[in-house]
Each structure stands twice: as structure tokens, then as C-alpha cells.
């Protein structure tokens, strides 16, 4: 199984991707078990303060954008329509996500997780992988600093390197 993203919660809760949606174990071990009521094409979750979990949605064939969505006592809610990568929240009410190649900030309301405003373009070029949807290529730490991965240049060059760093191929 495919491993998309995990989480660990400040009650020793680990939450993760594992085949098709979201699982949960203890810190101290056992066996996975399935979240109630989240997405089943959730990926690359994060578990908020309080508690919640907030994670990533892919699109569909009819709505190609994908979303941030947040699952509170057992219920899914939308947050973020048109997000080409999974959110991260900080404190004190910070929603960073990427879409359209830049990396945006948003303010939001801490309880319910609502845009306050219109979201600010922070970093771009970000990258966005065309192999694993979603991927945030960035992280920002508790305090707000952000570290991004910009666009890879193109056209880009695979080489075989030997143990010496020499190249094979």
C-alpha cells in the first residue's frame, strides 16, 4: 500500500494514507483503523491543535480542482475549493496551500477554519508534482517560517552516478 502523507497529533495519535483513506494508531503500536467519515481519496493529512484533521481532496472529472477539507467529530467540511496541493495550518489562523504554480497564504477564523479575506501569493514558482497530487511541496513551522521546493528547471536530465559521484549514463 501506498503511504500519502501522515500526521502526529499531540495525544500520541498517528494519522495516515494507507491504500485508500485515512487510518489511525497509537503512537505505542496496534493495528490501523479506519477514520469515520473522511474522504476515501483523502491524502497528505494534518492534524490541527484542537484535534481536527485537516487534508486534501483530489478533483473529479467534472470539478478537475482539488480542495482542502477538514474533518471534525465525524463530519467532512469544505474549506478551500481550488487547491492544487494540501493546506497547512499555523496558529494564530494561517492556512497555507499551493495552486497555480504560487504558494498563497490565507487568513482564517481558528474555529471554523473560514477564509477571512482573499488569499496572498507568497513563493512562486512552487512546484507541483505531476506524480504525486497533492504534494505540498513546502512545510511552514509552528512559528510561520516557510520552506518551499521551487519548479524544477526544464528540460531535466536523469544520470546514473556511481559510488564516487562519477557519472555512468
Do not use: C, H, K
Request: overall charge neutral; glycine content about 16%; cysteine-free.
Amino acid at each position: 500500500d501506498n503511504i500519502v502523507g501522515g500526521t502526529w497529533g499531540p495525544d500520541g495519535i498517528i494519522v495516515g494514507v494507507r491504500g485508500r483513506g485515512l487510518m489511525r494508531v497509537s503512537s505505542a503500536g496496534g493495528t490501523p483503523t479506519p477514520v469515520q467519515g473522511a474522504n476515501p481519496q483523502a491524502s497528505w493529512p494534518q492534524r490541527l491543535p484542537d484535534g481536527r484533521i485537516l487534508y486534501w481532496v483530489p478533483g473529479t472529472a467534472t470539478d478537475p480542482a482539488g480542495s482542502i477539507r477538514v474533518l471534525e467529530n465525524g463530519a467532512e467540511r469544505l474549506v478551500i475549493s481550488g487547491a492544487a496541493s494540501a493546506g497547512r495550518f499555523v496558529l494564530p489562523g494561517y492556512l497555507f496551500w499551493g495552486r497555480g504554480g504560487q504558494l498563497l497564504v490565507q487568513s482564517v477564523n481558528v474555529t471554523t477554519l473560514a477564509p477571512l479575506g482573499e488569499p496572498l501569493p507568497l513563493a512562486r514558482p512552487l512546484y507541483q508534482s505531476v506524480v504525486a497530487a497533492g504534494y505540498p511541496a513546502f512545510d511552514v513551522s509552528p512559528l510561520g517560517s516557510v520552506a518551499f521546493f521551487p519548479e524544477l528547471p526544464e528540460p531535466m536530465q536523469f544520470e546514473w552516478l556511481g559510488r564516487r559521484g562519477e557519472t555512468l549514463g
